[in-house]
């Protein structure tokens, strides 16, 4: 015979929520990460489209990132693929995916789209914050997005933080490095920006 605190389980999960597919951000490990303020969208709060977009701050610095890299990557080289894309960065069945802001990708490596997540790992990812929901994981999850990332052969991973006014570089068997808004760093090939410098300059 049941107990009454086996019943009173039993009753909880019958009765919680399912968390609809579409607010699934990422899966990480094991782990389903949800958009930033979805608990507000299945309380009736907010629509799904107003904890999906990206703020000013965001589009601005990705808009400058943008036209550095299509002035000076060479194209025939590399693709640049934007715009929350989609990486299944596991060959498991699973179909584990992160989604990346920035990615730049060997044509050698890419083939032609085939409409589902990218399948190969980019040379480059470039994350601007994140959308997140990181009540339950913390800050770990930039940590363990960024080994994933790497582990999967992407060759180095940038971090963004607006707030903290922060970048982390990460490459594979180096030491990752967080540094200041205004310290020039190579994206790849050379391609260097000063973040603080773009900002003011395009600002004027």
Do not use: C
Request: glycine letters at 4%; zero cysteines.
């Amino acid at each position: 015979m049941a107990t009454a605190i086996e019943n009173k389980i039993v009753k909880k999960k019958r009765g919680r929520k399912k968390i609809p597919d579409y607010l699934v951000y990422e899966i990480l490990g094991n782990k389903r990460i949800y958009y930033k303020d979805y608990k507000k969208v299945l309380s009736g709060e907010l629509p799904p489209e107003a904890i999906m977009g990206s703020s000013e701050l965001h589009a601005w610095i990705i808009d400058l990132i943008l036209r550095v890299l299509y002035s000076q990557l060479n194209k025939e080289k590399y693709k640049i693929l934007l715009g929350e894309v989609g990486y299944f960065y596991t060959s498991s069945r699973s179909k584990k995916w992160l989604n990346l802001d920035i990615a730049i990708v060997s044509r050698e490596k890419l083939k032609k789209p085939q409409g589902t997540y990218l399948k190969v790992p980019p040379e480059v990812v470039i994350e601007v914050d994140t959308k997140a929901d990181l009540s339950e994981v913390g800050d770990e999850y930039f940590v363990i997005k960024t080994e994933k990332l790497l582990k999967s052969g992407v060759k180095k991973v940038i971090w963004i933080f607006t707030d903290a006014k922060k970048i982390q570089i990460a490459e594979n068997k180096t030491p990752w490095i967080i540094v200041d808004f205004d310290y020039e760093f190579e994206i790849i090939d050379n391609i260097k920006i000063n973040l603080e410098k773009l900002l003011k300059e395009d600002m004027k």
